[in-house]
């Protein structure tokens, strides 16, 4: 999808008006088809009455029934109550209960409060209708105008204002895009007294000739320090080569430095998978956390997570894949960094990041994990005892209050996995089917207690980073016990 936002200026104070008006009605059209249906009506049955109740045409009230059914299948897709959805905003609304708040400050919230509640109008497009039919892009001598049927053949025309920034060329795709046959959603919203334009248009991508089956390209993108690690795999998930794109742009305070960076690493990304012939393999991530305390903590994790834009680097790498024709994989990201550091950052002398892109790579062709038999030895031999002496190690040894926090809570959290086996803890850790570990479920349960008893050990104090010491482990497995 492509969306583009504009300013509207609209050509007399009656046009003006006039959108306000409809913005208003359309408005009220979707919370009122939202109760409608809760109570279990159809879309059907709601189309019919909310044509007469709202004076809105067929097209802008099955807009609105769509909108309405949207956030109905959110609030249940999140397990969240339907019946408490605030429309205008939760966080808004009890600001705004506050006795507190008064005077000018009051009156603002009040008015941003009326804007989200009432300021909204959403437009579909329709390829039948070469365009959208609503809400259509025209263009004349004077310019580029935004169309608005507010009623029975009447309508309402605005200047669309792009921005000095980059209004030329913003205006220069509103106008392809108009004169393309291709449709196009328009959504109008109100800030601030002015109305704002979102044009989005659906791009449509080439099938995709560079598949898995050439093999892949895994990627981990790094927030500190800011890098991308790579990783190739052949179709057999053999390590064929790996490697890092530094990003140290993307710490930069300019928000549109960051973005303009961004385009151009997601651009390295999809050469580099172009020149290997491979497709390329990436995180399905969701971060909400956005730094916790004892792993690289406070304010400064936070700023530089959320500085970051890490899902708007791996849209933009989906997006310029998908016009190259490379498949793009997402796959689940649970324990990539921890098997790549115990498994493969040792066994082939590499960083932890480019071993979690292994991992990432190995994941994507549908490749299982298996445990090595050095870390199986210390399966089989480990029991609860072992980890509170740890624990008492940690307690002793590590100074810094927030990593033995974060050290003890990992510590307990094995220690419960261990007990919950029974009365041969080590040997029910080890998964069913002997050493293969698949990519989802319970199988990560031996991974979570083998960094607990495996790294911990070694480096009590600090975050691990020389990974060199665990290749005698992976082998041998035999490892130092503090006393």
Known sequence: MITIQAKLAFSSKEDEQAVLDLMRRWSSCVRFAYKRLLEGKSRNELKRE???????NSRYVDDAIMKAKSVLESCRERDENPSKVIFGGRSLFEKLKKRHINGKAYKKLKQEWQERRKGNLY???DRSKKGNLNTRIEIDGNGTWLRI????????????????KRGKSREGLLQAISTCGEPYSVELKLKNGNVYAYFTIEEDFPEAVVTKGNGVVGIDINAYPNHIAWAEADVNGQL???GKIPMPELGSGNSDKREYYRWQYAHKVVR???EKGKAIVIERLDIRDRGERGDFSGRKSRRIRHNFGYRSLLDKVKILAQRKGIQVIEVNPAYTSVIGMLKYAPQYMIGKDVAAAYVIARRGLGLKEQIPEGY????????ADELEELKEHVKRTVKNKQLKKRQLKEIDRAIKLIKSFGSEPGKALIPLGGTSISACGDSYKPWRVLKVAVVTPLSPERVLRDVSVLRGVLFSGQVGRPG
């Open 123 to 125: 437009s579909r497009g």
């Open 240 to 242: 064929v080569s790996y």
């Open 149 to 164: 049927n507010v009623g029975e053949r009447k309508y309402a025309y605005a200047r669309i204002q792009a921005g000095w």
């Open 376 to 383: 199986m030895a210390i399966l089989k031999d480990l029991d």
């Open 272 to 274: 580099l998978a172009e």
């Open 50 to 56: 909310l044509q007469g109740v709202f004076n809105l």
